[in-house]
């Protein structure tokens, strides 16, 4: 079976190569990283990922304008997103993100576990 | 029966007259009869010595006939009336005899004629002629009764021609030879008459006599007493039934009069019941005070009372036997017409209390209330209408009094409650100014303040949180490459972990705290928040034995609040609670809708206080019995950072972040220690201005 792909696109580098170590560690997931929101749709066109992660607060573009790009994208449009935030809210008392206004959100600090469960769920549903 | 003692007696009478009369005329023709027998004989065998004048031979004829009793006399004569022998004549005889000798002479059959003397005896003389034998005697002419005139033969031979009638006469005349006459003493005849007269007046006398008698026995035995109960059903029939009939006898008649005395007794008992009972409901009647009548179902008048009389100015024979419309006014009540109560009443059996019009005498009309009611027999028959009226001229004078008064009363209210309405609208301008200012105000603190003081935790946090991630990642990739059986490696590991988290924790308090997120404030049931906050907290009251009384609870006013914040609110509230009954306990959870009231205000333990007294707000309680908080500290719960659950977990930024949520939605929250022990946390919302 082939290994499922993760685009994580987030400015905090440090952060994105963990996360990427951890998912690889499991040997289930093929991850590709990259530190700028104007970047990502190219990186979606050449790696084709079966989920993105993606950071909220990116220097050069937020997360929510780079949803926008996808959703006029024909190959991005049907991938679906985590959104990851360290603004938190009162919905951080949920672990594992939830829905927030039709898109998925989860609170940084996440633990990888979470985080996984957080994929699989996504992927499941899409 | 003294009738019929006179009938009988008179019957009697009559009878006797009759028998005697009968008699009398059977004796009479009895001697006629013998008369013309021995005149005929003596016709028959004088022939002889009338021709040849032998006295001798016709004194003895005659001699023998004179031998019977009632023969008094005895003469023959020849034609030219001389007397060819005679017995038994006497003087005064011969006197009365004298009127009818020339009679005699002329006789062609026999005769009989009734002679009285002078002396005043009485004779029947029975005369017939004799004939020579040669000349042909009409037959039956020696009939025993030839005096019969009316005969057959000689009625034929009288209408057939008078001519020979008349030459037949003379010729009987012209043979006749002599005439017999023959004297018969009504002497023994009237002796016997008397005799039978006599018999007759002893039988009638003997039959009046007992006639009498009965009549007297049956009187005495029989009519007298029925004639006494007779006169008694008389007295009885007058009412009189205090009649007694006197003793009388002791047969049938006796028992009868007993019986008599006691159904009179018993009738008069009843009587006296009746009128007792009749005395009695009259009394009632004419001692009610209101008014009543009956009327029969023609809607005629029968009975009235004393009270109606009165009011209606009628005398009581004056009304009654009139029509009922005669005291209804029609002006009244237009449909209460006396025919639709008639009806209604036929037709439901009872009316109430109608208000309708009396009209009186006089013309006035006076208000009453009117029920009626309709009387049956035991057959189910209408008999008649009860009815039965109150005068309310009082009361309805007294209504309308009032009725003025109120409208007075009315009026004056009406002022005053628009001069309310202007405060009112004065104070509601006054309160729209205070919340205008007071949004501001909020407005001002919220874009200013808070904006600011949230922007830069925002920065803080996404500039801490990154690296925390950063961290937490790096941990837990580094934890699966080192060594497990580290014991060290692994508590580093652990620490790093729960470091993060608890900096996390710390930097999501202070997130809440400055608010980011901004109120989203909908209409909400706030026990339908309650509802759902405690499912979600559920399972920490069974952990800790804590058992929930939710008080019922009515609809109470929608209250504008965000929903998830309130929830974060409660949650909070309950929790502590929960968590200061560490051996369990209850937690009561109360919600009421009232008006803000001066107790309310007295405690504050807010910045500001948002109340207003006498404002609507909905007033949620959440009651615990655990240990309660220490006085001494007990003003310092709302300060940040201030903790009590040392390193347990405490941020010390809960009770400040739900007292600035409450702050937010411009409500109140108090906590404190309840008197009978535990704690009292209370959260004031307003609600919806409508």
Known sequence: MDKKKILIVDDEESLSRAIKLNLEDTGEYEVRTENRGSKALGAVHEFL?????????????????????????????????????????????????????????????????????????????? | ??????????????????????????????????????????????????????????????EGIIKQSQVAYCIIQDTNGNTLVSKGLNKDLLDSLDKINSKILKIIQSNVEYIETQEGKQYYEVSIPVFSKQIDTPKGEMGLFENDQDSDVSQKQLNSSGDAKLSRNEKLLNSRIGVVRIGLSLEVASSLEKRGRQVAMIITFTIVVVAGLITTLLTGVAVVPIRKLLEGTQHIAKGELDFKVSEISNDEIGQLAESFNRMTEDLRRSRNELIKAKEYTDNVIRSMADVLFVIDPNGVIRTVNSAATKILGYKESEITDKPIDMIFAEEGN??????????????????????????????????????????????????????????????????????????????????????????????????????????????????????????????????????????????????????????????????????????????????????????????????????????LVKHEFNQ???????????????????????????????????????????????????????????????????????????????????????????????????????????????????????????????????????????????TELT
């Not at chain 1, 829905?99 to 996504?122: C, H, N, Q, T, Y």
């Not at chain 2, 303040?449 to 580094?478: C, D, F, M, T």
């Not at chain 2, 009231?597 to 949620?620: K, R």
């Open chain 1, 49 to 126: 990922p079966d989920l993105v992660i993606l950071d909220v607060i990116m220097p050069d573009m937020d997360g929510a304008d780079v949803e926008k790009l996808f959703e006029k994208d024909q190959i991005a449009k049907n991938i679906p997103i985590i959104f990851l935030t360290a603004i938190a809210t009162k919905d951080d008392t949920k672990d594992r993100g939830t829905m927030i206004g039709g898109r998925f959100v989860i609170a940084k600090p996440i633990s990888i576990d979470k985080l996984i469960e957080s994929i699989e769920e996504r992927l499941r549903l899409r």
């Open chain 2, 1 to 62: 029966m003294i009738t019929i003692s006179f009938l009988i007696m008179g019957v009697a009478s009559l009878l006797s007259i009759f028998f005697i009369k009968h008699e009398t005329r059977i004796i009479h023709d009895d001697l006629k009869e013998l008369g013309l027998v021995l005149a005929n004989n003596l016709a028959f065998n004088a022939e002889y010595g009338i021709l040849t004048s032998n006295t001798s031979n016709l004194s003895n004829l005659i």
């Open chain 2, 334 to 535: 237009i449909k209460a017409t006396p025919n639709w109560i008639t009806k209604r009443l036929t037709r439901e059996g009872v009316l109430n209390d109608l208000e309708i019009n009396f009209k009186t005498k006089t013309g006035n009309t006076i208000p009453i209330i009117f029920s009626g009611s309709v009387m049956r027999n035991k057959d189910g028959v209408i008999e008649g209408i009860v009815g039965i009226a109150k005068d309310i001229t009082e009361r309805k004078r007294a209504q309308l009094l009032i009725e003025q008064k109120n409208k007075k009363l009315e009026e004056v209210n009406q002022s005053l409650i628009e001069n309310e309405k202007k405060l009112k609208n004065m104070l509601l301008d006054l309160k729209k100014a205070h919340d205008d200012l007071q949004d501001t105000q909020f407005q001002l603190f919220q874009s200013e303040k808070l904006k600011v003081v949230g922007r830069l935790a925002s920065g803080v946090a996404h500039e801490v949180k990154n690296p925390l991630a950063i961290i937490l990642q790096g941990v837990q990739y580094l934890s699966k490459k080192l060594p497990k059986d580290n014991q060290n490696v692994v508590d580093v590991i652990n620490d790093i972990t729960n470091a993060v988290h608890r900096a996390d924790t710390v930097i999501k308090g202070v997130l809440d705290y400055s608010s980011l997120s901004e109120l989203k404030i909908e209409s909400h049931d706030i026990n339908n928040v309650i509802n759902m906050t405690l499912l």
């Open chain 2, 544 to 686: 800790n034995h804590v058992e929930l009384i939710r008080l019922p609870y009515q609809d109470i006013p929608k209250v504008k609040i965000d929903k998830n914040k309130i929830e974060q609110v409660l949650i909070n509230l309950i929790l502590n609670s929960v968590q200061a009954m560490p051996k369990g306990g209850k937690l009561t959870i109360k919600v009421e809708a009232r008006k803000v009231m001066v107790e309310d205000l007295t405690f504050n333990q807010m910045d500001d206080e948002n109340l207003i007294l006498g404002e609507s707000v909905v007033v949620v309680d959440i009651e615990d019995t655990g240990t309660g908080i220490p006085p001494e500290i007990l003003n310092k719960i709302f300060d940040p950072f201030f903790t009590t659950k040392g390193g347990k977990g405490g941020t010390g930024l809960g009770l400040p972040i739900v007292k600035n949520i409450v702050n937010l939605h411009r409500g109140k929250l108090t906590i404190q220690n309840r008197e009978e022990g535990g704690v009292r946390s209370r959260i004031y919302f307003k």
